[in-house]
């Protein structure tokens, strides 16, 4: 898994958003067994001097296991709380709100997959991935992108 949005700042127009770890695979699967939990974090800021609504999206997500044997889930740990929970490569076409975003103000997430107990032989031979996008924009402008 990727984290697409950069670790300099970017911007789209009025737009500017800053991430900790562009482009970087936040974490593997390597000798992931069944039972086995990843997690890393990352952290979004709101770079532009207005307020933004942000949103979160999958792009060119693979995953090859059975359906419910991997499980992605993304957390909020400003508030905290779980913002996602499903199979990895489900999250919904229309992204995730995370809603407002101050001037300057900063949130970090935590992704997390779980290999699922009764995954056949680990999982052997499979694959899994995709990259994460947060999308900047001032109400609706953010989705769809």
């Not at 001097?49 to 044997?69: C, H, K, W, Y």
């Not at 889930?73 to 709380?81: A, I, L, N, Q, R």
């Amino acid at each position: 898994m990727a984290a697409n949005a950069p670790k300099n700042v970017f911007s789209a127009g009025p737009l500017v958003q800053g991430n900790s770890a562009d482009g970087f695979a936040l974490f593997t699967g390597y000798r992931l067994r069944p039972s086995d939990f990843r997690s890393a974090k990352i952290t979004i800021e709101n770079a532009a001097p207005t307020a933004q609504e942000i949103r979160l999206f999958e792009v060119g997500p693979s995953n090859d296991f059975p359906a419910g044997e991997l499980t992605l889930m993304v957390f909020d740990e400003s508030v905290p709380s779980q913002i996602y929970r499903g199979d990895l490569g489900e999250l919904p076409p229309e992204g995730i709100d995370l809603g407002c975003f101050g001037p300057g103000e900063r949130r970090t997430y935590r992704f997390a997959t779980l290999l699922g107990i009764e995954s056949p032989h680990g999982g052997q031979g499979r694959g899994a991935g995709a990259v994460y996008e947060w999308r900047a924009g001032s109400g609706s402008a953010a989705a769809g992108r």
